[in-house]
Structures are given as structure tokens and as C-alpha cells.
């Protein structure tokens, strides 16, 4: 069962000619640290953008820094609790007064499986506030900077799921916070006349260790193997039956972000392998 996160490689990045593309343009990313946070650090930094990484991990937000720049990229690694208000004030603080923020991608997540039931109020707490509160929050800390920029133009990315479409059992709050991100998506961009965008991305399963580290949870919980949550319940509905690569979804983020979407005003990017549509 290999599932490990796989190595970035150039060639997979998408590299797009965007003249908002540029080393004074600031692209802020939360979850830098690994998965598909680590691939979309890595995406911006390669499209030539100035990339401000946010993780509460510091060793591997280090590393993944020293990957973007291994690919001519350039990232500053702020280490951010986004449980903490003057954290996230802080780093946008900084970010700012590195060039100009442009684009932000929330995509820093977690997981309890757990039914409605048994579920720890405690773990709920902290699920709604890393990955609703805090990108919430972000988003109002950089609006208006991105307003402030010589277009009055910005983009903000928040990745959603298959679980902001469908629920499946014993993950009520990771259901709740991905539908949340798909609304605070459409209200950004109801108030944002056009100039300020904001879209979802949502997947199916990525490798990433968010997904690895399910699994054995998942096993207990229906009672089945590891080897058949991987197959049957996680790639189980999708026509695809192989997980994405995090790089894949990093492109999506960095396709949104560009001129080539400027259509997409609160829409989301499903990109689920036929997971929900062909259910």
C-alpha cells in the first residue's frame, strides 16, 4: 500500500504567462509545511511569485522552502499557529511588507474520524478554527490590501473537498468545515464586485499525509482492512483509480489564481476522478 506523498518534480509544475505573476506580487499558502499546502508553496514560487509559507511546523516548512528555491523559486517561511489571532495578524504583517498581497491560499486542514455521537467537542473546536475561523480571518486581514494594489485586484483559493459536496460517515466536522470554505468562497466574491475573486478547489483523495493518516481510523471504524478503506472507501466511487498527485492540485490553485480564470467568481474547481457526478 504505497501512498506516500511523492517528490515535486518540475516538469509537473504548471508554469502560466500571467503578468500578475511577478517577484512583487505576494502569494500567501497555509499548510506549507507538507501535502498539498508544500505543492502550491512550491507552484507559486516557481510562477515567479513571491511566496509567504505559513505552517506551525517549522523543520519541514524550512524544507519545503529549500524545495522551492532548489526550482528558482523564492519563499519566506513564517512559522504560524492559526489558532492564535496575533499569529496570523503577524504574518500578514510581514507578508505585506514584503511586496504586495495579491493571492491567498488556504489549505491547511486536519482530521478526526469520528461519528456525530462520540464525537470530542474539543477536536470539533479546533477543526472549526484552523480550518474555517482562520482562513476566515485571513481573508478579512487581506482584502483589503489586495483592494489597496495599483489593479485593486486578488484572488483567494480555499480547498474544499468531495466532503463540501457529499457527507460520508464519521467525518461530521471535516464535512461542515468544506462545505464552510465553499460558502465563504461565494461570499467573498458576492462582495467582491468582480475585482475580488474567490473559488474552492475540491478532490477526492491526494496523497498526502492527511489521507496516510486516516486510514488505520477508518479501518476501525467499519471494521475492514487498511488495504480495503484504500480500495473500496476511499477510491472506491472514483472512476480514477489512483490517488492525486498534491503537485496536481497545487496547479489548480495556481491555474484559479490567473487570468485564464477570471470567470471563476465563487465557483469550485471539482477535480474528484467522477467521484460525486458519477456517483
Keep these: 500500500m504505497d501512498i506516500a506523498e511523492p517528490e515535486i518534480k518540475r516538469d509537473e509544475i504548471l508554469v502560466l504567462d500571467d503578468a500578475e505573476f511577478n517577484k ?9 509545511a507538507s501535502g498539498i499546502g508544500r505543492a502550491t508553496t512550491v507552484a507559486a ?15 519541514e516548512g524550512e524544507r519545503t522552502r529549500q524545495m522551492a528555491e532548489d526550482l528558482g523559486g523564492k519563499v519566506i517561511f513564517v512559522k504560524t499557529d492559526l489558532t492564535r489571532d496575533d499569529d496570523i495578524e503577524k504574518a500578514i504583517s510581514t507578508a505585506a511588507n514584503l511586496g504586495t498581497i495579491k493571492f491567498l491560499a488556504n489549505i491547511a486542514g486536519m482530521q478526526h474520524i469520528d461519528s456525530v455521537e462520540n464525537f470530542p467537542m474539543e477536536k470539533y473546536d479546533l477543526m472549526q478554527r484552523i480550518m474555517l475561523r482562520a482562513p476566515f480571518y485571513l481573508s478579512k486581514l487581506t482584502i483589503p490590501y489586495m483592494k489597496r494594489s495599483a489593479t485593486g485586484t486578488g484572488v483567494i483559493g480555499n ?8 457527507c460520508t460517515l464519521n467525518k461530521p466536522v471535516y464535512n461542515i468545515t468544506k462545505f464552510g470554505l465553499r460558502a465563504l468562497s461565494q461570499s467573498i466574491s458576492a462582495e467582491g464586485e468582480g475585482k475580488i475573486r474567490s473559488f474552492t478547489v475540491s478532490t477526492g483523495f491526494v496523497r498526502t499525509a492527511l489521507a496516510l493518516n486516516q486510514i488505520p481510523s477508518q479501518a476501525k471504524q467499519r471494521g475492514i482492512t487498511p488495504e480495503e478503506v484504500v480500495r473500496d472507501v476511499m477510491m472506491g466511487k472514483s472512476r480514477v483509480k489512483e490517488m492525486m498527485k498534491p503537485i496536481e492540485v497545487g496547479n489548480l490553485f495556481l491555474f484559479g ?3 485564464f480564470s477570471s470567470y471563476l467568481v465563487g465557483g469550485d474547481l471539482l477535480f474528484d476522478g467522477g467521484m460525486v457526478l458519477t456517483y
Design 257 to 259: 489564481f490567473s487570468r
Design 159 to 166: 480547498m474544499s473537498s468531495v466532503h463540501g459536496h457529499i
Design 45 to 59: 514560487a516557481v510562477n515567479n511569485l513571491l511566496t509567504v509559507a505559513l505552517d506551525i511546523n517549522e523543520l
Design 24 to 32: 512583487n506580487n505576494v502569494c500567501i499558502v497555509t499548510g506549507a
